[in-house]
């Protein structure tokens, strides 16, 4: 371990001329779990779906909060707030382009109905002109037809083929009056179907007027939802419009904090460096008079290999199951885009959780800027093997320094002191003076 966190490995010179800063995956955030209980096969698949993302979102924001070790909690969280700012910037974007465009959509279609209802109500227009027009010459007709009527029921001679023949003194007049006798039939007879035709037409244009006007109440009524529809979709838009104004103005705040917490980082990484020799230098002395010891062989004794360490030889710091938050080994930091060693295993643990002794052994507390409340255990020599376990970000020390401890002892409860921005487990196996993977390790 060195700091308890991560040492430096010498930069290549492509690394020395890479960018400082290496951008991670956004933060993602948990996603709120609204989902109904039990149910049909596809509810619980989306269910479990909501569950395995929300599970995903959780380890990856584990994964960037355990990769901030070695800088100042309120650097890390300048760092994280600033991911965070720009996902959901970057979400309020996408949601502001797809109401734009739900917009566009809902005010085309506004447009399409009050055109179709604009044809429609002058259509109606057209039929109602027509109908009266048609109305004025039914009145007509029907007062012709009315006095023909009224003059054949009152025996009015004048309209009868008697009259006029009664009335001819000659051949040559009754010729002529019998002409004009035609003459006048055929205007009644025209007056009467002049009328019929009239009326036909009239119960053509009042079933046409009826079935425009419904169609027209039709049209009204999907002119009015669309209408609303597009308010909405308006309504919708100008809230994300607000969004991404308030979240752009988030994300320049959070920028700048960013940059004003960065100013000190040099003089963290120093501090880091330092806190690293110190470290380093404890753990030689501790391993050295380990590998002094009658016991100590460099090697595995009997049949376990040195990779078998931990099986029943080496505990777990926490109780339940491991889950990682950070693998062991090498890795780029988020903030200064060097690769650096990670020498121990980030485990995901909440805020008080207690920690244990792995191995039973003498304690050496190691607080510092860097591991904040941490501490060596000194397991002396396992099978032939020296064999030192260390504790970073302690909340709270349960041991006092010097004291013997035994394996399943509690040593302190999970925190995020020194260059943690989360709570986490830091947990380093250290074997004859070089740091292992944990996980490697039987049992875990």
Not at 212 to 232: M, N, S
Request: charged share 20%; proline share 2%.
């Amino acid at each position: 371990m060195r700091t308890g966190t991560s040492r430096p490995r010498p930069a290549s010179r492509a690394t020395r001329r890479a960018p400082r800063r290496r951008r991670l995956l956004a933060v993602v955030a948990a996603l709120a779990l609204g989902l109904a209980g039990a149910g049909m096969p596809a509810q619980a698949d989306e269910r479990q779906d909501a569950v395995d993302q929300q599970e995903e979102a959780e380890r990856k924001q584990a994964e960037v909060t355990a990769s901030l070790e070695g800088v100042s909690a309120s650097l890390g969280q300048a760092y994280l707030d600033l991911q965070a700012a720009e996902t959901a910037l970057g979400t309020a974007q996408t949601e502001l382009d797809a109401a734009e465009a739900d917009l566009a959509a809902k005010e085309r279609e506004q447009q399409l109905a009050a055109d179709r209802l604009a044809v429609a109500e002058a259509d109606l227009a057209a039929i109602e002109e027509e109908a009266q027009a048609s109305q004025t010459n039914a009145e007509e007709n029907s007062a012709s037809v009315a006095d023909l009527v009224v003059s054949t029921y009152q025996g009015d001679s004048a309209v009868t083929s008697w009259t006029y023949v009664l009335a001819s003194e000659s051949v040559d007049d009754l010729t002529q009056r019998a002409s004009t006798m035609e003459i006048a039939t055929g205007v009644q007879e025209s007056v009467l179907s002049q009328a019929e035709a009239e009326r036909a037409q009239d119960a053509n244009r009042r079933a046409r007027q009826d079935a425009t006007t419904t169609r027209v109440a039709t049209l009204k009524d999907e002119a009015d939802a669309a209408e609303a529809a597009a308010q909405t979709a308006r309504d919708d838009a100008q809230t994300r419009r607000d969004e991404v104004a308030a979240l752009t103005a988030e994300r320049q705040t959070a920028a700048a904090q960013f940059e004003t917490e960065k100013a000190g980082l040099e003089a963290q990484q120093a501090q880091a460096a330092a806190d690293a020799a110190a470290a380093a230098e404890t753990i030689a002395r501790i391993d050295a008079a380990n590998q002094a010891s009658a016991g100590y062989t460099g090697a595995s004794s009997g049949e376990v290999a040195a990779s078998s360490l931990g099986g029943g030889d080496i505990g777990h710091p926490i109780t339940g199951s491991l889950v990682v938050a950070s693998p062991f080994g090498y890795r780029i930091h988020p903030i200064t885009g060097q690769s650096r060693l990670h020498a121990g295993v980030d485990l995901v643990a909440g805020q008080g959780v207690p920690q244990y002794a792995a191995v039973s052994g003498t304690v050496t507390h190691n607080i510092n800027s860097s591991c904040g409340n941490g501490i060596f255990i000194n397991g002396g020599v396992i099978n032939g093997q020296s064999v030192v376990v260390a504790y970073c970000h302690l909340s709270q020390i349960s041991v006092s320094n010097g004291a013997y401890v035994s394996k399943g002892q509690q040593i302190g409860l999970t925190g995020a002191t020194g260059g943690a921005t989360g709570p986490h487990v830091h947990f380093e196996v250290i074997l004859n003076g070089t740091e292992v993977d944990p996980m490697t390790l039987p049992g875990f």
